[in-house]
């Protein structure tokens, strides 16, 4: 199985801040590396796939970027809609395998 | 738009079988592969495994000996059985589509559409 690592697990951040999130998988994944968004009570939201393609729909404050291992995820300037928690996921073999996900929290 | 909708019990008692079904509107069942994914209380993803709709199926081998998902293209639905249950089953279990498109010879896949989530309680 390829293992997803996140980091940090959770952050604490204001309004207006540069946010990244970083995942590392326990080998390389090529371009299959997907994030999502999860808020409370709702299901997880696609927000980038194949490291840097945005879904339709997806602020342009969201990027993302890496190759091989080591993937990121940034949040230019950081909204309230955006406290949420972060998945990274791999779909580059089964089993799919998502990061233990970070918590980005309002400071 | 492409909608999923979980449906089954909410209770499940231990040793049981837990049954959901997932019916699918707004676009065919007859493409793309179609997955279930859990989250149990205040934890992260596990991926369950997904269907093609022709039947062909991949399963997280941490699950395979207690998991079939199958699928009734005629009713636009597929279900999910997980046999021998435990209170580590407790989750709120989503199911997905797992779409993209090929780029160039590069299989582009994610998991695009997603149901609002169920949760099963496995207790007695």
């Known amino acids: 199985d390829i293992q997803m690592t996140q980091s940090p697990s959770s952050l604490s951040a204001s309004v207006g801040d540069r946010v990244t999130i970083t995942c590392r998988a326990s080998q390389s994944l090529s371009r299959y590396l997907n994030w999502y968004q999860q808020t409370p009570g709702k299901a997880p939201k696609l927000l980038i796939y194949a490291v840097s393609t945005l879904q339709s729909g997806v602020p342009s404050r969201f990027s993302g970027s890496g190759s091989g291992t080591d993937f990121t995820l940034t949040i230019s300037s950081l909204q309230p809609e955006d406290f949420a928690t972060y998945y990274c996921?791999?779909?580059?073999?089964?089993?799919?395998?998502f990061g233990q996900g970070t918590k980005v929290e309002i400071k | 738009q492409v909608q999923l909708q979980e449906s089954g019990p909410g209770l499940v008692k231990p040793s049981g079988t837990l049954s959901l079904t997932c019916t699918v509107s707004g676009g065919s069942i007859s493409s793309y592969y179609w997955s279930w994914i859990r989250q149990p209380p205040g934890k992260g993803l596990e991926w369950i495994g997904d269907?093609?709709?022709?039947?062909?199926?991949n399963y997280n081998p941490s699950l395979k000996s207690r998991v079939t998902i199958s699928v009734d293209t005629s009713k636009n639905q597929f279900s999910l059985k997980l046999t021998s249950v435990t209170a580590a089953d407790t989750a709120v279990y989503y199911c997905?589509?797992?779409?993209?498109?090929?780029?160039?010879?590069?299989?582009?896949?994610?998991?695009?559409?997603w149901g609002q989530g169920t949760l099963v309680t496995v207790s007695s």
């Open positions: 269907i093609y709709y022709s039947g062909s199926t």
């Open positions: 996921q791999q779909s580059y073999s089964t089993p799919r395998t």
């Open positions: 997905a589509r797992f779409g993209g498109f090929t780029y160039g010879n590069v299989p582009l896949y994610y998991f695009d559409y």
